[in-house]
């Protein structure tokens, strides 16, 4: 079995806690357990009224395979019910570097049924899946049989700064802690924001989130502890502040809503700039034109190779030469929109990445991607399929040059060169 990514950069955070450039990626593709329909991500085809349609579950499961085959994700997140077909069905991870994981409970503010009011109401604790079925797609796991299941899983609590909803909450996270540590079962551990608006205090937002994980977790021993966060990115101050509380309790940052490219990218920079070590996407790269390009970009950028800025440029020269109409101009693809960060889409939990107390977010200076008129990418129709459909795992390990030494005009050419080698341009 393949030594898995995972493990190989949590060993090394761990062993220099203040230094290294490890960051670990996530897919979070464990949406049929949230947006239910919508889950796997809108189809080019569209019902008779012209609303566009969704696409299938089996298409959802089919570009989870190609991204793992790809390998650059460390961990791919999913539903017990798609880590079964995925884990124990069809052996996915047996000889993959990405780890298998699945979310674990699935709180009711994360219920996104078309009609329905619950992300609105306060969050309330609820677990679908049992470890076991997780582990092993059964009841009860044979004892010392091994499994074929993620022995790693989500698991997700809402703060709603009510003394009474908080310590149900926590009493659920409790059970659950001393399950996991008799099953020999991991998790990483989700703190949203309050999803009722008006809760708290704005201006305080950061630093309740940052109080209620050190409160939740300063009487678990290690045995216990989460492998890692998962939470919204409320800026440097708040993430320097945890990170430096103790280096040991390693960070995550949730994408929350698609919106542009260089959000997405800019998030994923910020972040790292001020000390997390973890970046889980789901609808950032499920929304993507093309996610196993994305995903590329990201990796890029999460191991210091290029800037966000100089990766969107450079995404949209690989659309362009996959002939694939981007959902924005590089111009519109290149700015910072507020990200709303919790599934129902509320306003509770807003966050600009970048905004470092003091200063302005500096505007990047534009560069076109490709030798054609930036106005030739803009979209005017849905993104296309998927075309590059298994070429990730073709790609054959190539000579990386010092990026360092590189302008920014020939880290964009380099990766345009790249993907034209991959495509046989």
């Not at 970048?354 to 849905?382: H, R, Y």
Request: with cysteine.
């Amino acid at each position: 079995m393949a030594i898995k990514t995972l493990e190989e950069r949590l060993a090394r955070i761990h062993a220099n806690p203040h230094g290294g450039n490890d960051y670990i990626l996530a897919d979070a593709k464990d949406a049929d357990m949230a947006l239910s329909i919508g889950a796997p991500g809108r189809s080019p085809e569209r019902w008779p009224d012209g609303e566009m349609k969704h696409k299938t579950l089996a298409e959802f499961r089919e570009q989870i395979t190609e991204i793992v085959h790809q390998g650059l994700v460390d961990i791919m997140l999913m539903s017990a019910s798609t880590a079964e077909v995925l884990c124990m069905e069809k052996r996915l991870f047996e000889n993959s570097k990405v780890t298998p994981a699945a979310r674990a409970n699935d709180t009711t503010d994360i219920h996104i049924v078309r009609g329905s009011r619950y992300p609105g109401q306060p969050s309330l604790p609820f677990r679908t899946a049992t470890l076991d079925h997780i582990m092993c797609g059964k009841a009860e796991c044979e004892p010392g049989v091994k499994h074929l299941g993620p022995d790693l899983g989500l698991y997700s609590i809402t703060f709603a700064n009510d003394s009474e909803r908080d310590r149900i909450a926590l009493e659920e996270y409790k059970q659950f802690r001393i399950e996991a540590e008799i099953k020999g079962f991991r998790h990483f551990l989700e703190v949203f924001d309050p999803n009722v608006a008006g809760m708290v205090d704005p201006a305080q937002l950061g630093g309740f989130v940052n109080d209620c994980i050190v409160r939740a977790l300063g009487g678990v021993t290690s045995r216990g502890r989460p492998v890692f966060l998962k939470i919204v990115y409320h800026g440097a101050r708040a993430m320097e502040e945890l990170v430096r509380y103790d280096p040991h309790l390693v960070v995550g940052i949730l994408g929350g809503s698609a919106g542009t490219t260089y959000d997405a990218f800019k998030l994923l920079s910020e972040s790292k700039k001020y000390g997390a070590r973890v970046a889980l996407f789901g609808r950032k790269i499920n929304n993507a034109e093309n996610q196993l390009a994305f995903i590329r970009f990201l990796r890029l950028i999460a191991d210091g190779e290029i800037t966000a800025e100089e990766a969107v440029k450079a995404y949209h020269g690989v659309l362009d030469k996959l002939n694939i109409k981007p959902q924005r101009s590089l111009r519109e693809d290149m700015e910072i929109t507020t990200g709303i960060m919790n599934y129902g889409g509320g306003p509770a939990m807003v966050t600009v990445p970048g905004n470092v107390p003091g200063k302005s977010p500096a505007k990047p200076t534009l560069v076109a991607a490709s030798s054609k008129p930036v106005a030739s990418a803009v979209a005017k129709s849905a993104p296309k399929p998927e075309t590059l459909s298994g070429v990730a795992k073709h790609i054959v390990p190539e000579a990386t040059p010092d990026f360092s030494k590189m302008t920014s005009a020939e880290k964009v050419a380099w990766q345009k060169a790249r993907w034209d080698r991959i495509l046989g341009k």
